[in-house]
Structure formats: C-alpha cells, structure tokens
C-alpha cells in the first residue's frame, strides 16, 4: 500500500522561508518528487531526491529522511508568484502517485 | 511549452455523448499516463502505458477507454459519462517508469 500525507494549506508572507512537510508510507520506494502546479496549469518538476540529506536548487531545496519516511519543500525569500499548490509525489513500480498537494498562499 | 500537448483544453458534453481527448509528446518518452484531478482531491492515476503497452488500469470504470497507437500519442475516449466525471483530466510522459513526468496543460471537462 501506499500513502502520502502534506498539510492543505499554508500561507506564508513575501520575502519569508516556508517549509511544506511531505510523509509517505509505501511498500517500495524509488524516490520522492515535488511537483509545483499554479491554478490552471499543469504540473512543473521542481525537484527529485533519492538519497538522504538536502538538494539545493536556487531559492528552493528539497530534504528527504529515508528512516523516517519524511520529506520537505523549503522555500527562501518567497515572492507573490510561488503562491501554488505544490505536489509530493512517489514513484512506485511505475505509478507515480501523489499527495494531495498543499496550497501555498503567499501575501503582501 | 511543456512539451506534451493536450486537446481539447475544454470540452463541455451531455451524458450521451462520445468524445474523445488526444494527448501528443514528442519528447522521446516511452511511459504515458493519464491523471484525473478533481477539485480538492489528489491527482488520481488513471491508466499507465509503457511502450505502448498498457501496464496499469487503476479500477477505472469502462466508460473510459484508453487508447495509445504509439509512443508518442495517447487517447481517452469517453462515453456516457456521469456528471460526477467532470475533472481536470491531465495526461503526462516519462522516460522510463520512475522518472520525472512532464504534464500536458490538461482538458477541463464538464459533463452536464
């Protein structure tokens, strides 16, 4: 079985950090993905990690802990353009399944 | 441009109707899917094709019927849908099985 868990929602203010948290329980496991998706548009690749610690990307890093089944989007000095809903995915013999998503709110 | 290229981007049908929407990359992918994502629930896989092969049907109900004549296409063919299969219904492609998916625009569908 499998399953992912991510809060709702956030709101967080421009120019702050935000950390979205992603927990996953699955029988077999090939990685961890974020996705970033604005209302309307489809799904964007942000970031994939597959061993354990922290993955720079610019403004946006990615952290995965294998033992704990835990993964988290950090996102440095925000800007009103990340306000989105941003997706944990995991790809599991094929199936790249996702968590409900979290929608990033972000305000003046 | 992702690369995937989705039509329709709307499409409006009564309960009747047969329809169907078209998926097309030529990213060089052999993995295609289709995703159904409704409002205030996680995306939802449909169907998984691997070199044209259908490898995956996610307990979808046959009033959706995939089709994939290449690597490079991928159809939905819909027919007397209920009103309750209004969605996003979003197609992707990946290289191989466990890699980073591209995403179509999508086709908003409403069924009345």
């Known amino acids: 079985g499998q399953n992912i868990d991510q809060p709702t929602e956030m709101t967080a203010t421009e120019g702050a950090i935000v950390q979205i948290n992603c927990t996953y329980q699955?029988?077999?496991?090939?990685?961890l993905f974020w996705y970033q998706q604005h209302a309307g548009e489809a799904p964007t690749f942000l970031s994939y990690?597959?061993?354990?610690g922290l993955e720079e990307k610019g403004r946006f890093s990615s952290f995965l802990s294998r033992s704990k089944g835990y993964s988290y989007l950090l996102l440095k000095e925000l800007q009103m353009k990340d306000s989105a809903s941003y997706l944990c995915?995991?790809?599991?013999?094929?199936?790249?399944?996702f968590g409900q998503g979290t929608t990033l709110q972000v305000k003046p | 441009e992702t690369g995937v290229t989705q039509t329709p981007r709307h499409l409006v049908m009564g309960m009747t109707n047969k329809k169907s929407l078209k998926c097309e990359q030529h990213?060089?992918?052999?993995?295609m899917y289709w995703y159904k994502q409704s409002a205030k629930k996680p995306l939802e896989l449909m169907f998984v094709?691997?070199?044209?092969?259908?490898?995956e049907n996610n307990s979808v109900p046959s009033r959706f019927s995939p089709e994939c004549p290449n690597s490079s296409h991928l159809f939905l063919h819909l027919h007397t849908l209920q009103p309750e299969d209004s969605a996003l219904y979003l197609c992707?492609?990946?290289?191989?099985?466990?890699?980073?998916?591209?995403f179509g625009q999508g086709t908003r569908l409403t069924v009345v």
């Open positions: 992707a492609s990946s290289h191989g099985m466990n890699t980073e998916a591209f």
């Open positions: 699955t029988s077999g496991f090939n990685g």
């Open positions: 990690n597959v061993l354990d």
């Open positions: 995915a995991n790809p599991n013999t094929g199936k790249l399944i």
């Open positions: 990213l060089g992918h052999n993995a």
């Open positions: 094709y691997n070199f044209k092969e259908q490898t």
